[in-house]
């Protein structure tokens, strides 16, 4: 085999590896994106099926249970426009609690119920997950234009 030809097929097989590279890393990356998602949209359907993503909001007021185990609750996350029940078995965070921003990530399942695997809480009071508010804006917003048109 000539110099030339030995180069080139150096250059083909390294080409060919380093696709290979980009193609596992690009399919490691998309299995590993979680997105965020209000309640008013997961009752749009635009959450993904049988896949994790994130739910945010705020923690509806009186909706707090516990089970008797001291680990399962069940709260309901809403955004003033939804609301989406949510089960958690685990330990919640300090700063959990009714009336506070929170963003759970896992999934939902064939009873419309989120079934959470982590909850985060905000970290301060004047804090709130940038997602969050503008989903709770957006649905303040929607709100209130559709009382302004049935007044009307």
Known sequence: MKVRHKRLAFIIVGLAGLAVAIGLIANAFNQNLVF???????????????RDFRLGGLVEEGSLKREDDGLTVHFIVTDYAHTIPVTFTGILPDLFREGQGVVAQGKLNENGVFMAKEVLAKHDESYMPPEVQDALDKAKQSASASVVKDSQ
Not at 36 to 44: G, L, T
């Open 36 to 50: 965020f998602f209000s309640p008013s949209d997961v009752q749009a359907n635009q959450a993904p099926v049988n």
